[in-house]
């Protein structure tokens, strides 16, 4: 049970970040509104939980794919 429950958790945030990545770099909205999209409870906890799944703020994530 413990192991399906990492296992679960550990899917559930590939899934969250893939979908995060993809809205950072397709879509022009805000972190605010992404937070929302992602179910989020605001924007800082998204950005907290971003930056450490990816090692790096959503922003920065955004700017080095966009190649801004």
Not at 12 to 24: G, N, P, T
Not at 56 to 64: D, E, I
Request: proline share 3%.
């Amino acid at each position: 049970f413990v192991l399906q429950s990492w296992y679960l958790s550990t899917f559930e945030d590939f899934v969250c970040i893939q979908k995060a990545c993809r809205l950072l770099i397709e879509e022009d909205k805000s972190m605010a509104q992404i937070a929302e999209e992602l179910d989020f409870s605001d924007q800082f906890y998204f950005t907290k939980y971003f930056k450490r799944k990816m090692h790096m703020p959503p922003s920065a994530y955004r700017r080095q794919m966009r190649g801004n």
